[in-house]
C-alpha cells in the first residue's frame, strides 16, 4: 500500500469527490493502493478545511495543544468550512486595527504625561538641562 503522503493534494481530492459521490470507498482504496480509512479521513478534512486539508502535516502544530483544540473545536472547522465572507472578514480587519489605535493612543496619552511631569520637575528645580558630566 501506498502511503498518504505519497499522492498529491490533487489526486486526493479526486477520490475525495468520486467518494463523496457514492463509490465504494473499498474499491477506491484497493485501486488507489491506500486504506479506506485514509480516505474517510481526507473527506473529513476536505468538507472541514476545504483542499487546504488534503495537504495538513502530521505531528505537532505551532502554537501547542491549546492551538489543536481550539482549531478542532466545532465552531472553528464551521468557520473553516464556510467560504470567507468579504464583509465579514474586513468587519474583522477593522476590528483589529480599531483595536490597535486604541492601544498607540494609549501609550501616547502615557508618554505626554510622562513628559509633561518631567518638565514640570525640571521647571521646579531649576536643573539645567544636561548636567556638567555630560559636557565635553
Do not use: T
Not at 491506500?34 to 502554537?63: D, I, M
Not at 467560504?83 to 508618554?111: N, Y
Amino acid at each position: 500500500m501506498r502511503g498518504k503522503s505519497q499522492l498529491s493534494g490533487v489526486e486526493k481530492a479526486a477520490l475525495v469527490r468520486r467518494l463523496e459521490a457514492g463509490e465504494p470507498a473499498s474499491r477506491l482504496a484497493l485501486e488507489a493502493g491506500v486504506l479506506a480509512k485514509s480516505l474517510y479521513q481526507w473527506a473529513a478534512a476536505h468538507r472541514a478545511f476545504g483542499a487546504a486539508g488534503l495537504n495538513r502535516k502530521r505531528g505537532r502544530k505551532p502554537g501547542g495543544r491549546a492551538a489543536a483544540a481550539m482549531a478542532s473545536s466545532p465552531d472553528a472547522i464551521a468557520a473553516a468550512a464556510r467560504p470567507p465572507d468579504e464583509r465579514e472578514s474586513a468587519q474583522s480587519r477593522i476590528a483589529e486595527l480599531e483595536r490597535l489605535v486604541g492601544r498607540q493612543q494609549a501609550d501616547l496619552d502615557f508618554f505626554r504625561e510622562a513628559l509633561r511631569s518631567w518638565d514640570e520637575k525640571r521647571r521646579a528645580s531649576d536643573a539645567p538641562i544636561c548636567s556638567p558630566s555630560s559636557k565635553k
